[in-house]
């Protein structure tokens, strides 16, 4: 009853409706979902009236907070770092209505006028000097850019754009790195919460021109993509892995190739363990349904009852065991079996890899789809 969608991929199934240029056959695109703290990135073609993603959906440290960090550096700047901590501990709702206003004034900010931003006057309490807001600020080296008065703060625009610049140049470069490597995109859809910043919109359609596009409501944009993703999911045809994905498993030990540490012993015979067993490597395009290849496994005991399958992701190509620094167990396979004290009982699955979901079939030698099977990836 419940189907996960990715938020780049809402995000575009959205803008394909406000914009219908975007969804016109062979369209290559950008989608930045740029949020609070991180930033989304994934790129794709139109085929078929669906999806195809051009390479890895891939994220940066580059967000709304980032902004918000600079301001409160600049706070910090003026007052002192004792006096901002000291403010936000005994004034927290104050503290939070400062940060919540500076919020909508940094979507309305265009880089053409003053940063206007609520002060609270406590903070000026707690600094606690003999000496007037524009000494304060005198001797912080920002009278010419800042002032203070009514309960606001008024920031210059050269200031105001000193605390989007070096966020906003982040994200422009690796736009611009991924235009030079995917070639011939046509448009660079910006949504999420930090998308709303006119300055943000500013800077980028003057890098990039009329490639920029962005929703009159950029942060609910992949709230309502999700609800038209949900309606229609075959919208996406192919995507791109962004790990290597694995299973662990067992093979008869050989010195020549395994390690010491992995050997064990089961009724006389000597296996590795640990063994990670590919079925879909990072980068891979994948068909969405796309069956990997059945594996066939035994059970180690005659009256064994329950059959677990642990599933492994890694950021490299080719991982030698599930315990290499680079995986980790991402779910397992819980399967309900029926022995009859046959060691020979056969016990088949295919995992199936290109949805938002890894899903998963299981039958026995027999063909009979076994039901009580299920993937746990909440742990």
Known sequence: MLSLALEPEAAFVYCRE??????????????LDLRGGTADITCHKVVDGGLKELKKPEG??????????????????????????????????????MLADFEMSKRKFDGNDQLIVTFSARLYEIYGEH????????????????????????????KGQWIFDETIDQIIERTQSLINMLENVDYIVLVGGFSESKYFQTRMKAEFGDKVVAPTASKSAVMKGAVLFGQSPASIQTRVSKYTYGIATM?????????????IVIDGFEYCDDIFE???????????????????????????????????????ENPKYVTDEDCQQIGLLLVEIDTGGNRDFEIKVQLVFGGTEIQVEVWDGHGNLIKDARMDFLG
Not at 63 to 77: E, M, N, P, S
Request: aromatic share 12%; charged share 30%; with cysteine.
């Open 18 to 31: 406000s914009f219908p240029c975007i969804g016109k056959e062979g369209t290559r695109f950008i989608v």
């Open 60 to 97: 940066g440290g580059f967000g709304g907070t980032d902004v918000d960090a600079k301001f409160k550096r600049l706070l910090v700047d003026i007052f002192g770092f004792a006096a901002v901590k000291s403010f936000k501990e005994k004034y927290l709702n104050e503290c939070w209505e």
């Open 131 to 158: 000496e007037s807001i524009d000494d304060v600020l005198q001797r912080a080296g920002c009278s010419e850019d800042i002032k203070i008065k009514r309960g606001k703060m008024h920031i210059s625009k050269d």
């Open 251 to 263: 093979e008869h030990f050989k010195p020549e190739i395994h390690s010491e540490n992995k050997l």
């Open 278 to 316: 590919r079925l879909v490597t990072i980068g891979q395009e994948i068909t969405v349904g796309q069956y990997m290849k059945e594996m066939t496994y035994y059970p180690n005991i005659d009256d064994q009852a329950h059959f677990v399958l642990q599933v492994f992701a890694s950021s490299v």
